[in-house]
């Protein structure tokens, strides 16, 4: 269990903090000691145990101090940066930080690193690293740049691995998030993708990381109140260096706070099984302090803070430390080791005196209570001297084997925990073959066991981009039985062999699933943009009369559809901007439109779909050609949308297919109108364009002949 106990603050007196609280809180050389720099112009050192301050320092007025204050741990000298370039070097002797050593650098600081072991570490904004003794004897030497223009460190923090020091930052770009891990003993410097699946919509408030031999457990609190997981390997292999990897981000708390926390929320990591979040637990409620144990899963204790926070949390051995109000509060903690018991509040059964403990193994070649004893010692020493004989000469199990037997009989959590660390450990070559045995594996047991679906590894698999249709058929069947529409619509987009009846298949879900049922479902939605809720401007209003690439939805060309359409009121805008599916529908169906396919074998499948269904999708790709029509390019916003080609195609495709029964229905007869006149209008562009291709023929033997006479002129050609 963990324990919070009462709390305290540190001063009486408020604390400078800027809209987003205090620049940071970090410890001194000496135990009780911590460094607190405001987001103004101050530093304050405190001692803990007394509550009281021991010193404090500022810079000039009209300075600010840019990047929170650290000790040296070496020297006993406390560093800090102001201005960005400015870095200053004092100590508790020192009264005015404007007479202290000074030495101004070339580059913008982000953070200055200090822990016992090593000297400071100097993280300059563009990602360049430096020790502070080599960038003291050069303050002006040119600092590299090692992110792009467009990345913003987030966060940053290091550690002390086989007594060298590891450094990561997260920057982040566009919604994107990278990982950097910075080997001094090597001077390697490795880049990794933070992959986020399907909340790649949702923003990372807080990150804080631990660190064993192999990996850095990298945990991220993001904007949907979850806490995930990424694990990133220390050691690279040579054939990955110098190039960006993906990690992959797993879900490890659910809802731990509320989503729509104003002032933001933190997260840091107490011990290998224990996170402190800092954040309302539910909308209405206020701000809580919380321990959650990550091995169970399980809250361990919350406490209140009425006054509020900045959304800030540190914590040192055993404090923590948050603005609670406007005063630096410390509130003492403890957590005991994990175990199943103390996850669930029950208490350990104490063993009565004398009585004697049950060995947990049982030795089977020694006797029990026998008087055989001394005639079977020899044989059974013989037979462990073998067996330890044989195990110690058998080689080693490859982790791809280890994984499969997890499989076997492990639960869906510890199974997603073993894949990760197998997924971020270094690759060999038969890589894509042991995912597809994992997969078939996954899916072997799926089939045996009805309950077990480990739909969070499987996903993690599909994102890896190394498996097909071929190397694992049964995946998008299980899916297809389970209703998985995210999972289907990952193996629409990484598949390049999807048979096209499994195709149809899952176009038959994907239309006929309830939209309250989309609703609740993870979509990933960045081929649909805004487009499915555009609405028209005025200035398109005003351009009704000028045709759109040939085309004009409003025009009537079509002597024999006129008097159908002018007989009945339609209302043109309205059907050119609204979207006749709901966004996570359309993304779905983009999906399938994305998918290869032979006509030939597509047909047959497409009569089987009902003709409602078929009128339902011909209306969608009628919208997405229209709102193709309203720009020059031809083309719709967004990433990966779809393509003028594919909507012309799968248009042609279902009419092909299920013209007689479409044709029959009272809704669809406007439809079919509207694509009559979207051919014949096509047609007529066809045979302008001929015209003009003629013409510039004759235009270009022209020339061919005046430029052999080597004569020059200048001559206007009307086309129309």
């Not at 609670?324 to 903690?333: D, Q």
């Not at 947990?360 to 004893?373: D, R």
């Not at 045995?437 to 969070?456: A, H, K, M, W």
């Not at 993690?460 to 209703?483: F, G």
Request: proline letters at 5%.
């Amino acid at each position: 269990m963990a324990a919070l106990e009462e709390e305290f603050t540190l001063s009486a007196v408020p604390l400078c903090a800027g809209p987003d609280g205090l620049l940071g809180v970090e410890q001194s050389d000496k135990t009780d000691q911590f460094l607190v720099t405001d987001s103004g112009r101050t530093v304050i050192l405190y001692k803990v145990s007394d509550q009281k301050p021991l010193g404090s320092w500022s810079v000039k007025q009209g300075q600010i101090i840019t990047c929170p204050a650290v000790c040296n741990f070496q020297t006993g000298e406390y560093i800090v940066v102001h201005d960005n370039k400015v870095l200053r070097l004092w100590t508790n002797e020192d009264v005015n930080l404007d007479k202290v050593f000074k030495a101004t650098l070339s580059a913008e600081v982000y953070r200055i690193h200090s822990i016992q072991g090593t000297e400071p570490l100097v993280l300059f904004r563009k990602g360049a690293v430096r020790g502070l003794e080599a960038l003291l004897a050069e303050p002006q030497q040119k600092i590299e740049t090692v992110i792009s223009d467009e990345e913003v460190i987030k966060w940053t923090k290091v550690f002390m691995v086989f007594r060298h020091p590891v450094l990561i930052f997260i920057t982040e770009k566009l919604g994107n998030y990278f990982a950097y891990v910075q080997m001094f003993n090597s001077h390697v410097l490795n880049k990794y993708t933070l992959l986020l699946g399907q909340e790649e919509k949702s923003v990372i408030q807080s990150f804080t990381a631990s660190v064993d031999r192999k990996f850095i457990s990298l945990m991220s609190l993001s904007s949907d109140g979850c806490v995930y997981e990424t694990l990133i390997p220390i050691h690279s292999s040579d054939t990955e260096k110098h190039q960006s990897q993906t990690v992959v981000r797993s879900l490890l708390l659910k809802t731990v706070v509320s989503t729509s926390a104003r002032n933001g929320a933190a997260l840091t990591v107490l011990d290998q099984d224990h996170v402190a979040v800092l954040g309302p637990p539910l909308p209405a409620s206020k701000e809580c302090l919380s321990i959650w144990n990550t091995k169970f899963q399980t809250l361990q204790i919350s406490k209140e803070l009425p006054q509020g926070t900045s959304g800030q949390l540190w914590y040192y051995g055993e404090h923590l430390f948050m603005l609670h109000g406007k005063f630096l509060t410390v509130i003492p903690y403890k957590c005991e080791v994990s175990s199943l018991a103390g996850a669930l509040g029950k208490l350990k059964h104490s063993q009565d005196p004398g009585t004697h403990a049950m060995p947990h193994f049982v030795n089977w070649e020694t006797p029990q209570g026998c008087g055989l004893e001394s005639q079977s010692s020899e044989l059974s020493k013989r037979t462990l001297r073998r067996r330890k004989i044989e195990a110690s000469v058998q080689p080693e199990v490859p982790a791809s084997k280890q994984l499969l037997s997890t499989i076997k009989n492990d639960s869906e959590k510890h199974i997603e925990i073993e894949l990760r660390k197998f997924l971020a450990s270094k690759r060999t070559p038969d890589f894509h073959t042991v995912i597809g045995d994992v997969v078939i594996g996954l899916l072997g047991r799926c089939q045996t066991e009805p309950s077990f679906y480990p739909r969070n590894s499987l996903i993690q698999l599909i994102q890896m981009q190394v498996l097909s249709h071929s190397l694992c058929p049964r995946l998008m069947e299980v899916a297809l039985e389970k209703s998985d529409v995210q999972m289907l619509q990952l193996c629409l987009q990484q598949f390049p062999d999807i048979p096209e009846a499994v195709t149809c298949a899952c176009l038959k879900m994907f239309l006929n699933i309830g939209d309250d049922t989309l609703q609740e479902t993870d979509v990933n939605m960045e081929s649909v943009s805004d487009y499915t809720d555009a609405i028209q401007d005025e200035k398109m209003e005003e351009q009704t009369e000028i045709l759109q690439n040939g085309f004009n939805p409003e025009e009537d060309n079509c002597d024999n559809c006129d008097k159908e359409l002018n007989g009945k009121p339609q209302n043109t805008i309205e059907e050119t901007s609204s979207c006749p599916v709901i966004p996570k529908r359309a993304a779905l169906l983009n999906a399938i439109l994305h998918s290869a396919y032979s006509e030939t074998f597509l047909l047959p499948h497409l009569k089987d779909i009902p003709a409602q269904h078929i009128t339902l999708f011909l209306q969608y790709l009628y919208f997405l050609y229209l709102k193709c029509s309203e720009n020059a390019t031809m083309t719709l916003p967004g990433i990966h949308p779809p393509t003028l080609n594919q909507i012309m195609d799968w248009i042609c495709l279902l009419l092909d297919a299920n013209f007689t029964v479409v044709v029959m229905i009272p809704e669809a007869k406007r439809l079919l109108l509207s694509l009559y006149k979207f051919v014949k209008s096509q047609i007529c562009i066809c045979s302008e364009l001929n015209k003009i291709e003629v013409s510039f023929r004759e235009l270009q033997k022209l020339n061919q002949e005046k430029n052999n006479r080597e004569l020059y002129s200048i001559e206007v050609l009307e086309l129309l």
